[in-house]
């Protein structure tokens, strides 16, 4: 089966940091963009940051730009989100997911937009 999950998520204080990891299994992520997406309840999905195939990494959401790091490992057919400096309203659902090739344009997405999703992973930022 083609699958990703997420792992690393949990409850975090304002202020501190998380790791998340995406694993993939039943294919390889060589030919893959991948990316990691947030979605707050009642929000919509947003693209965090995404690596193409070829190794181009999209901008980071001006929300995150310089408290989220984003990288991946072909090797272990992995990547990690590592998020630092978390905010309340970092809350949301997590997700990895991967597009053939190439990375979504828009900030904003639809499930449709990528071709494999993982389940999510809750992150709770609060005191």
């Known amino acids: 089966q083609l699958q990703l999950v997420e792992s690393g998520g949990g409850l975090v204080q304002p202020g501190g940091s998380l790791s998340l990891s995406c694993a993939a299994s039943g294919f390889t992520l060589d030919d893959y963009a991948i990316g990691w997406f947030r979605q707050a309840p009642g929000k919509e999905r947003e693209r965090i940051s995404c690596?193409?195939?070829?190794?181009?990494?999209?901008a980071y959401a001006d929300s995150v730009t310089g408290r989220f790091t984003m990288s991946r490992d072909n090797a272990k057919n992995t990547c990690d989100l590592r998020i630092d400096s978390l905010k309340p309203e970092d809350t949301a659902v997590y997700y990895c997911a991967v597009r053939r090739i190439h990375c979504p344009t828009d900030t904003y997405v639809a499930v449709s937009d990528m071709d494999l999703w993982g389940k999510g992973i809750v992150a709770t930022v609060s005191s």
């Open positions: 690596i193409s195939a070829g190794g181009t990494a999209s």
